[in-house]
T-cell receptor
Framework: DSGVTQTPKHLITATGQRVTLRCSPR?????VYWYQQSLDQGLQFLIH???????AKGNILERFSAQQFPDLHSELNLSSLELGDSALYFC????????????FGPGTRLTVL | GNSVTQMEGPVTLSEEAFLTINCTYT??????LFWYVQYPGEGLQLLLK?????DKGSNKGFEATYRKETTSFHLEKGSVQVSDSAVYFC????????????FGSGTRLLVRP
């Protein structure tokens, strides 16, 4: 158990809908990262937050957004969902942005029908 | 840009066989290197890491040495077990401001009794 929690574990929804994925980092960690794992793209970095502020963006679509709250949990919002958004979404955390090790949560499997 | 290349799987071995999974990278500067493992239905777990040239990371019988001259970080284990069956990901941590992890495509290992 990494100490990073993600909810829900599974999510099934329809095209055009909007969903919110939640991540709670390890208690001592200030940085949260979101990654997407899909069959065609592999594991790709989406976005990084540190202590409530966005630090970096990766291959994140404009339909997707994220935020990190004062209690350091983070939410990833996916809107106008398309079939191709079906994937595993992972959250990871680390103590400081430059800290080497990122600890991953169990992921949320999103299925868009 | 930074990238990681892994040998394609699946790799099928008999129990107690020797394992090598090749990983090479392209990066500017001196990235940290990682191996993560994903067991069926689970998230990513850090297996081992190395932060500078000639460092050897090791854990649970797995080893990998950071070879700057060949830009490689091959994963090895002397005697695999059925329980090692999983997908293995090689990754590097960007030296840029995003601190994102860049992953290889993953190598599936299947160990037969």
């Amino acid at each position: 158990d990494s100490g990073v929690t993600q909810t829900p574990k599974h999510l099934i929804t329809a095209t055009g809908q909007r969903v919110t994925l939640r991540c709670s980092p390890r208690s001592e960690d200030l940085s949260v990262y979101w990654y997407q794992q899909s069959l065609d793209q592999g594991l790709q970095f989406l976005i990084h937050y540190y202590n409530g502020e966005k630090r970096a963006k990766g291959n994140i679509l404009e339909r997707f957004s994220a935020q990190q709250f004062p209690d350091l949990h983070s939410e990833l919002n996916l809107s106008s969902l398309e079939l191709g958004d079906s994937a595993l979404y992972f959250c990871a955390s680390s103590a400081l942005p430059g800290t080497d090790t990122q600890y991953f949560g169990p992921g949320t499997r999103l299925t868009v029908l | 840009g930074n990238s990681v290349t892994q040998m394609e799987g699946p790799v099928t071995l008999s129990e107690e066989a020797f394992l090598t999974i090749n990983c090479t990278y392209t990066a500017t500067g001196y990235p940290s290197l990682f191996w993560y493992v994903q067991y069926p239905g689970e998230g990513l777990q850090l297996l081992l890491k190395a932060t500078k040239a000639d460092d050897k990371g090791s854990n649970k019988g797995f080893e990998a040495t950071y070879r700057k001259e060949t830009t490689s970080f091959h994963l090895e284990k002397g005697s695999v077990q059925v329980s090692d069956s999983a997908v293995y990901f090689c990754a590097l941590k960007s030296t840029g401001s995003s601190y994102k992890l860049i992953f290889g495509s993953g190598t599936r290992l299947l160990v037969r009794p």
